[in-house]
């Protein structure tokens, strides 16, 4: 399965997503679940933020290669399942890959809401965002587990 993580500028919120999902995948030994991450508005090979970087830091996970990649119609057509930060992230998915499977984030564990928008402020408020998404994205990868094994 390819799940894909999907913000405005790919240096915040769906890189922070993707790593944590990563390691919450690794610890529950989900080999098959591939994890990317794009933006809708992405200047490819932009670095991560350095406060998004310090909040994974901080976590004992990386951004230092990660590099941000404009949402393309073949990445979108390539992924399984798109999740999106906000609700104007999934029209622009959509529009970009009519056929995609696309939600928000929180829409897809059947919550309200968007991921709110850590780009420019302090390092409380990225520690804030980053540890949202790591509740949502652990959920997320319990899910696709309990789905994997309904489905078996």
């Known amino acids: 399965m390819r799940l894909l993580f999907v913000c405005t500028g790919n240096t915040c919120r769906s890189p922070m997503a993707e790593v944590l999902a990563r390691r919450a995948a690794?610890?529950?030994k989900l080999d098959?679940?591939?994890i990317g991450s794009a933006g809708v508005f992405a200047q490819d090979g932009q670095l991560a933020?350095?406060?998004a970087r310090h909040a994974m830091e901080d976590?004992?996970?990386s951004l230092e290669a990660h590099r941000a990649r404009r949402?393309?119609?073949h990445m979108a057509?390539?992924?399984d399942l798109i999740l999106t930060m906000t609700e104007s992230h999934a029209q622009a998915a959509r529009q970009i890959a009519p056929e995609a499977k696309v939600f928000t984030l929180c829409g897809y564990l059947d919550e309200v809401g968007d991921v709110a928008d850590p780009w420019g402020g302090s390092k409380a408020v990225y520690e804030a965002c980053?540890?949202?998404l790591e509740s949502l994205v652990i959920r997320v990868v319990e899910r696709i587990v309990e789905e994997k094994t309904?489905?078996?």
């Open 49 to 51: 933020s350095h406060n």
């Open 130 to 132: 980053a540890g949202e």
């Open 150 to 152: 309904d489905g078996q």
């Open 59 to 61: 976590r004992g996970l």
């Open 71 to 73: 949402l393309t119609p």
């Open 77 to 79: 057509g390539e992924a």
């Open 26 to 28: 690794d610890e529950r």
């Open 32 to 34: 098959s679940l591939q």
